[in-house]
């Protein structure tokens, strides 16, 4: 008999091009051979250029699916990626603390896709931050969303590693803050855990495929939970395989076009 592969429960809403959302975390936990499961939040239609239209799924629905994949397959690990609303982070909230309480969640706080739509509801952050971030093992906010969920101002490190520690006294057991917003030739990903601070640092590209890199990294991320491996190793080994993804991306699309995740780690 094979062996069980790692299980991973994506908790995301779908992107019609395949480039980000729940098709990108697909995509990314079968390069790193963990078997997904799915509960969609929102159904979008979009492209390279923009978020054309959404529909968010019921949270009764939400919630459904979470519980059939837990009771029935299970999971090594959970990433969430967009919510839509503060109903729908409610329900997720409560399905997790009824059926995951001990299963690490990765918690992608998408708030605005990458041409500019918002994809969370504003009356949802309080929401989230009071509902989800105690149970997250770690959040993966980029610098905008940073913002919003602690007040951030500045992108210097010491700001950045203090606004890492606002979300851990949130509740949150650790904290990634990506800099691909910021404007230095590197791009700093910054790692508040229970560890100390860790910082991945890699040159920055500059190019228009970046389509679906949060998604990407923080599945990433969550597999190599699943897999067993520390917080840190599982976020280094996720910033290289995003890396290297956008350096061979495909160029497809008219706008930010997707990573090539047709590849292994």
């Given amino acids: 008999m094979t062996a069980k592969p790692p299980r991973l429960l994506i908790i995301a809403g779908s992107d019609s091009s395949g480039g980000a959302g729940l098709q990108a975390d697909i995509k990314t936990a079968c390069a790193f051979g963990v078997y997904a499961m799915t509960a969609v939040t929102a159904v979008t239609a979009q492209d390279t250029e923009r978020v054309r239209a959404v529909e968010l ?29 503060a109903a729908i982070v409610r329900a997720v909230a409560a399905a997790l603390k009824k059926h995951a ?21 504003p009356n949802a952050v309080e929401t989230l931050k009071a509902k989800l971030l105690p149970q997250a093992a770690v959040v993966t906010p980029n610098l905008p ?4 969920l602690t007040g951030l101002r500045s992108t210097d490190r010491k700001s950045v590693e203090a606004a890492g520690r606002k979300l851990m006294s949130a ?4 904290v990634l803050i990506k800099g691909g917003h910021a404007t230095t030739e590197t791009v700093d990903d910054l790692l508040v855990w229970k560890g100390g601070v860790e910082i991945y640092a890699f040159p920055r590209i500059h190019t228009k495929h970046t389509h679906g890199t949060g998604c990407t990294l923080s599945t990433a991320i969550a597999c190599g939970l699943a897999q067993g491996l520390s917080l840190p190793l599982a976020v280094g080994r996720a910033r290289e395989f995003v890396q290297h993804a956008i350096e061979t991306a495909p160029g497809l699309g008219h706008g930010h076009s997707p990573l090539n995740l047709l590849m292994r780690p």
């Fill in 171 to 174: 509740g949150a057991s650790a």
């Fill in 145 to 148: 969303e940073a913002r919003v």
């Fill in 57 to 85: 799924v019921s949270p009764k629905i939400v919630a459904a699916q979470i519980t059939a994949c837990l009771n029935d397959i299970g999971a090594d690990a959970i990433k969430i990626g967009m919510l839509g609303s």
């Fill in 101 to 121: 309480r001990d299963i690490p969640v990765v918690l992608d706080p998408v708030m605005i896709s990458t041409s500019g739509r918002r994809l969370l509801a």
